[in-house]
């Protein structure tokens, strides 16, 4: 089985929902159980991508890399695995530099070892701030105004990491994000603190149509990942279990560049640019 990894930036905001939710946000956005990192599921991708195919390639090849409908999906299953999409660099308003990438020792090892099963080999991993009052940045970043570096209402003392320079360059080039400049390794800590407050919450309404008043009960909060999130999935291709039928990497190629991922399309949300890397 061939592994690649597939890199998901957000150019618009992204709502992976979860449908409900029970506190103060009506719609909020999927996050892993054990962590609370936001994550894309790997069923979204797998089926943005399966109504993409619909016309670009023919039926038996698309039934051969996602399996058939879900009535017969008994006959036998796809061969394209899609993983979760997890969470790589989240951007931050930062008062300097626009914005900031910031992401955490957690985060950058995560994603290491899991390139590894694709068969790249990122960067060294630099040292972790030492402690929740510092960041690093790459030589030469954006991101510093005198000693300091304000992101949303953290301000931070920074350190240099060379580390973080290759970083930027190594992402810059297989992802296509605007990293350079604008990495920041935060504490783990500090990350966690900025996933649950530094999200993208709009409120939306529901006019009445005679009276283009508020109808009643039809104000609801939404939650989001910001526009220019950078996440990435592990996509498996294997042996296609449809007789007479062989599937290739080349046969997902059409189907990638553009998509639109997760809820809300229709008001914009999930205007995803997809980049596959990798083979192992």
């Not at 991508?49 to 017969?72: N, V």
């Not at 940045?137 to 290759?166: I, M, N």
Request: include cysteine; charged fraction near 20%; aromatic fraction near 6%.
């Amino acid at each position: 089985m061939n592994t690649h990894i597939l890199f998901l930036h957000a150019l618009s905001p992204l709502h992976p929902g979860t449908g409900q939710g029970v506190g103060s946000i009506d719609l909020p956005i999927a996050r892993e159980r054990s962590t609370g990192i936001p994550y894309l599921p790997g069923s979204s991708i797998k089926g943005v991508l399966r109504d993409a195919a619909a016309g670009k390639i023919e039926k038996d090849k698309l039934l051969a890399l996602f399996g058939p409908e879900t009535g017969s999906a008994s006959e036998h299953a796809g061969a394209a695995v899609f993983g979760d999409a997890k969470l790589l660099l989240f951007p931050v308003r930062s008062l300097a530099g626009v914005f900031a990438y910031v992401t955490s020792p957690y985060l950058l090892e995560r994603f290491a070892r899991e390139a590894g099963f694709a068969g790249l080999t990122p960067p060294a991993l630099p040292a972790a701030p030492a402690s929740d009052g510092w960041c690093r940045l790459a030589p030469g970043s954006t991101l510093k105004l005198g000693d300091r570096v304000y992101l949303e209402d953290l301000d931070l003392s920074h350190q240099e990491a060379k580390e973080l320079k290759d970083w930027e360059d190594w992402l810059a080039q297989h992802s296509e994000a605007p990293v350079k400049g604008r990495l920041c390794l935060v504490h783990d800590d500090v990350m966690g603190f900025l996933l649950e407050t530094a999200t993208e919450v709009v409120a939306r309404i529901r006019l009445e149509d005679e009276t283009k008043t508020v109808a009643q009960g039809a104000l609801w909060y939404e939650e989001s990942l910001p526009a220019e999130s950078l996440l990435y999935s592990l996509l498996s291709l294997g042996s296609s279990r449809k007789k007479a039928v062989t599937v290739a990497l080349d046969d997902l190629k059409p189907l990638l560049g553009f998509a639109q991922m997760g809820g809300k399309a229709s008001v914009g949300r999930g205007l995803c640019r997809l980049k596959l890397r990798g083979s192992a």
